[in-house]
């Protein structure tokens, strides 16, 4: 029996630098795996309407509050133990997970329960030239 792997993508809100992961999303269904993002922005719905293999299920709205409060120390503590006791639950549903980034609680629990990838994207704004002429002086 050929058992399909389930990949979770927890891609909360659309945010511009995550727009690779609709066609990683788009790659993997073609793969044969089972691919379902967990949101609660209407734009990835609306993103992933070409892709009708993958499933988009909508966060729990306690997580959404939490973590659009997670700066303020009562809610952020809530959010750590909500996202724990709802990570153990999706490690019993998926066997990988796909994480744009780890910089939130929830992110981090369910990196910890779930054998993930994070994929992380920076940029650095620097001085091209004042780097070039650092590191000239620094090999003479």
């Avoid at 993508?9 to 993997?28: E, G, R, V």
């Avoid at 209407?42 to 993958?54: A, C, D, G, I, M």
């Amino acid at each position: 029996m050929d058992k399909k792997i389930k990949i979770l993508i927890p891609l909360f809100y659309d945010y511009y630098l995550y727009n690779y992961i609709y066609n990683l999303a788009l790659k993997l269904t073609k793969n044969n795996f089972d691919v379902t993002f967990i949101t609660f922005d209407e734009k990835v719905r609306q993103k992933n309407f070409k892709n009708k293999k993958v499933k988009i299920l909508h966060g729990p709205t306690i997580i959404r509050f939490l973590l659009n409060r997670s700066n303020f120390f009562f809610f952020r503590f809530f959010l750590w133990l909500l996202s724990y006791i709802w990570s153990i639950k999706l490690k019993k549903i998926y066997n990988f997970i796909i994480l744009p980034t780890d910089i939130k609680p929830i992110w981090y629990c369910l990196g910890s329960f779930i054998p993930s990838i994070t994929i992380v994207n920076a940029t650095n704004m620097m001085d091209l030239d004042l780097l070039k002429e650092s590191r000239n002086n620094f090999f003479l």
